[in-house]
């Protein structure tokens, strides 16, 4: 068994100084991977409206980007 640089804690990313980088690191890593995401579906025949593409960024990134910044 080896020793972790990191653990998780209730959804929470924490390393031995608590500094959160990889908290922020890991979920930004998510919110960009979301966002490629909404890229490929915008990028149909039709694509999506400004509408739709603010819904999905509300509704799938900003909780990412959000999460535990309270």
């Not at 068994?1 to 990889?22: E, H, I, M, N, V």
Request: aromatic share 12%.
């Amino acid at each position: 068994l080896q020793p972790s640089a990191q653990w998780k804690y209730l959804g929470f990313r924490l390393d031995p100084k608590l500094t959160f980088r990889a908290h922020i690191a890991f979920f930004a890593e998510r919110a960009a991977t979301t966002v490629n995401a909404m890229l490929m579906l915008g990028n149909s025949i039709r694509g999506l409206t400004a509408l739709q593409k603010r819904t999905l960024y509300i509704s799938c990134v900003l909780p990412l980007l959000t999460y535990g910044a309270q």
